[in-house]
Nanobody, 114 residues
Framework: QVRLAESGGGLVQPGGSLRLSCAAS????????MGWYRQAPGKERELVAV???????NYADSVQGRFTISRDNAKDTVHLQMNSLKPEDTAVYYC????????WGQGTLVTVSE
């Protein structure tokens, strides 16, 4: 059974940092493209960042220069380092694994507020 388990969400003040982690089980995550998506209240789910099986990365314009995606294939884990957080980054963040099939985690809530 495939499972993507996100962790690291929480409440942070504007300008702060958080590090999200996604632990994959049931798949060999190294062959998958791994990504982070987010969905804010009343909005559609959007791509935040993706890292391919070859290590290439791509970011949404809104997070470019502030967020960094990385992967540890030995641990089947993907991380999202989020710096200089803004209130508009508030959302549920979802981990995604995609190649022949697509899998989603349950999501972790990130709230950026005073």
């Amino acid at each position: 059974q495939v499972r993507l388990a996100e962790s690291g969400g929480g409440l942070v003040q504007p300008g702060g940092s958080l590090r999200l982690s996604c632990a994959a089980s049931g798949i060999i995550s190294s062959v998958y493209n791994m990504g982070w998506y987010r969905q804010a209240p009343g909005k559609e789910r959007e791509l935040v960042a993706v890292i391919t099986s070859g290590g290439s990365t791509n970011y949404a314009d809104s997070v470019q220069g502030r967020f960094t995606i990385s992967r540890d294939n030995a641990k089947d884990t993907v991380h999202l380092q989020m710096n200089s957080l803004k209130p508009e980054d508030t959302a549920v963040y979802y981990c995604n694994a995609a190649r022949w099939f697509e899998y989603w985690g349950q999501g972790t809530l990130v709230t950026v507020s005073e």
